[in-house]
């Protein structure tokens, strides 16, 4: 399973099409709260789960996706948060179809 394209839609969704012919659209301030990174993840322990943050439009701005090997991608956030890696199964179950 591996993307054949990913696309920012309207500043609002990303939206992957798979080579199996799925496709997934996640809401970026939905893959923006779920960012794996240890600290992200560190963040959200802390928090707990009745808490839905807040981002700043540079938060929610993509400005780079990249392929790490043939399992994952890395996404740069306009505020330059940029350690998130998301692999592909991640995504799919993140997603909003
Ligand atoms: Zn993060």
Do not use: Q
Not at 35 to 42: D, E, G, H, I, S
Not at 74 to 86: A, E, L, P
């Amino acid at each position: 399973m591996l993307p054949v394209s990913i696309k920012v839609i309207d500043k609002e969704f990303i939206a992957i099409e798979w080579n199996d012919g799925d496709k997934s659209r996640i809401k970026l301030s939905s893959l923006r709260n779920n960012c794996p990174c240890a600290l992200c993840a560190a963040d959200r322990e802390n928090r707990g789960d009745k808490y839905f943050p807040i981002f700043s439009s540079d938060e929610l701005t993509l400005t780079g996706v990249n392929m790490i090997g043939n399992y994952a991608v890395s996404v740069t956030w306009k505020d330059g948060h940029n350690t998130g890696i998301y692999e592909f199964g991640y995504l799919k179950k993140i997603s909003t179809s």
